[in-house]
C-alpha cells in the first residue's frame, strides 16, 4: 500500500512486509498488514496468530529505506499495539507519528514487525507490588549498551509516580556497571489502570558478557533483585 503524506511538500511513500516470527517452539505468524493515513501519521494494522489465542507478545516495529534489505532501529514513537505487551488476535493497530519520528523521512519505508513470546514460557520476568506490576519486555543490545524495556502496569489508585532508583548491576564477568540513563533516578508519572513502556539503559557493558549476574533495583511499590539476566537480543 502506498500512502502519500504531504509537509512542506514532502511526500513520504510506505510499503508493508511481514515478518514470520516462531518463538520457544511456538506457532505465531504476523500476516495480513496494511496502512492507510491519518493525518500526518500512518496506521499500521495486521494480525497476530498464535496456537494459543491467550498468548501475549512483545511487538516492536522496524522500518527500512531500501527495500528490506536492512533494517534500522525499532520505531520508537508509535503508539496502540506496538512497543509492548499485544494479546495474539485479529486487526492489531499501531500508529506511527512519522514526522516526530523523523521530519527528514523520505522515499519508500518496508516495515518488520517482530513479536517475541511472553508470559508463563517466556524468558522474561515479571514482579509485582502493592497493584504495581513491572513486566520485562527485552533486553537489547545497543552497542556497548544494554537497553532493557518493561511494561508498567497500575492499578493502585494512590501512586500516580514512581522512582526506580538503588540500582546495583553486576554483569557475568563479575564487573559492576555504573553508568545508567532512561528512566532510572527520573519521576515517571503513571495513572490509574494505566500501562507504560519504560526502559533502562545501561551504558558501557562489557563487549564480552553475556547476561547480569545481579540487577537490582527498588521504587516505592516493590523492590526487583534478578539473576542472570540474559541479553536476549540487539537492536
Known sequence: MIIA???????VCFSLVGSLFFAELGAQDISNI??????NKAVIVYDLLSTDPNKEFYVKIFPSID??????SMLNFVTGDANGIVKAGMGKMAVWDVMKESSSAKGEFV???DASSIGANGALPTHEGNNVKIQFLDVARTGSDILIKAQLTNQNPTVSTLIFANFLVVDDNDRICREFSGDINKVVSIGLNEKKVISFLV???DPAAKAFSQFDFSCSAFSVKLKDLAFLSSN
Do not use: D, H, S, W
Open 34 to 39: 496494511r496502512a492507510f493515513q491519518e493525518g
Open 5 to 11: 503524506m504531504a509537509k512542506n511538500l514532502l511526500v
Open 111 to 113: 516495515f518488520r514487525i
Open 67 to 72: 527495500g528490506g534489505k536492512t533494517y534500522g
Open 203 to 205: 551504558k558501557n557493558v
